[in-house]
């Protein structure tokens, strides 16, 4: 048995070291930023070098013996802080799956990702995937190693999934988007059978600038904090955090589509509430971050749609939006604008999608994913397999690559596998959780109305925030709602949304 003295000891032995390993991480991240904002094209192999460098020796330092002989003392005694024994259990966790791959392979996935997602960002707009095709080769073949490396899981995906969204394996999530599927085909069946309306306010010429201002001024209001964040531009919109003090956010701006910036930057900023929101106590530490992947996505999807695709969210900006748009919807009637930033079509970019649609975009990825990995889908059939999933599955078929198979960074910047379940998982927990805010305070939407956003901001920072990764998803889910994770609030909530909208269908 321990000492209090010498456990204490341990404990802060354990912190300093994971502080250090979180240090050199978070140096990657800042250069993975950098590279996807302002880095010229000619430091691509160079960063690569780096970030791996930096990968790599966080890896080594984070499965030493050190770290395991601590962990082992401080598991065999827990402490009676409840905060501190998650650290341990969430680190232990976190270090046996590490010890189990080499910290030079982990190199090498580091390295090719920054190496790949260069030459993505230049093959998707000269639709060239011949030009990826060895990089996703690779990609896929690394991915099959980091899975191999855990042996007797029921599908070689599980071991990825798990790292995204822990709790989850390949079984599961088929069987809840089946589930899902079900509800979701008929309704985007019957309301694709209605005429589209006539509602094309948004693709009009919109400055750049005037974009990007008034989405900062919507973020701020929503409670963004930008003494601890910053935006910039980027190819793909993400968000990265370097300290709980340092929550940094990116977007894509379209002049002629209004939607793009808007839409994107609330769905970022979503996820950065997240993370501003955590206990800075947790600072340095593997509780300092979301707990997974679909929790994560959670919150970037119920800002972005559950309220900034809300009625009564525009009924308080959208007169700010005239003002600063006059010529283009001084004369659109709010109904109008409700309309078209909620239309509902089968399409083909997935972060265009509307929110009927939009897990069918989630499940064609996870699918294929499967298949690759399986050894069912070769890398050089992959646009042929895409294009027939969509026509399958949404009744649209790509006319080129970028507009198809190139779409998505993250089988260029990731594995292949694990890396899109949690989309999909995370628009089910937003309807659960809000659902669950709205029970708590039913003066949120009357709030939203009004401007003010608190009300649901605290309440997030209550039952999810602060906790960081301290509670599992299910556990975080179960403590904020009172029930397990169900497809119900997000089907009742399509539902009656969208019979307002297109009343015929249903």
Known sequence: MLSAETSTSQLQELKNRLLEINNLTSAASLLHWDQATYMPPGGAAARGRQIATLQEIAHQKFTSPQIGELLAQLSSEQPDNHVDSSLIRVTKKDYDRAIQIPAELMARIYQHQAESYVVWGKARPENDFKAVEPYLQKNLALSQELASLFPNQEHIADPLIAEADYGMKATTVRSLFAEL????????????????????????HFPENQQLDFTLQVIKQIGYDFQKGRQDKTLHPFMTKFSLGDVRITTRVRGNDLSEALFSTIHETGHALYEQGINPEFEGTPLAHGTSA??????????????????????????????????????????????????????LIRTDADEVTYNLHVMIRFELELQMLEGKLAIQDLPEAWNTAYQNDLGVTPQNDSEGVLQDVHWFVGSIGGMFQGYTLGNIMSAQFYQAALKAHPEISQHIQQGQFSTLHNWLKTNIYQYGSQYTAAEVVERATGSPLTIEPFINYLRSKYALLYPSAF
């Open 181 to 204: 599927r079900q509800q979701l085909v008929p309704m985007v069946e019957a309301i694709a059978s209605q005429p589209i309306p006539d509602v094309n306010c948004l693709h009009q």
């Open 294 to 347: 679909g929790v994560h996505e959670s919150q970037s999807r119920l800002w972005e749609n559950l309220v900034g695709r809300s009625h009564n969210f525009w009924e308080y900006f959208y007169p700010q939006l005239q003002e600063v748009f006059p010529e283009q919807l001084g004369n659109i009637a709010l109904e109008t604008f409700y309309q078209a930033i909620n239309k509902v079509e089968r399409s």
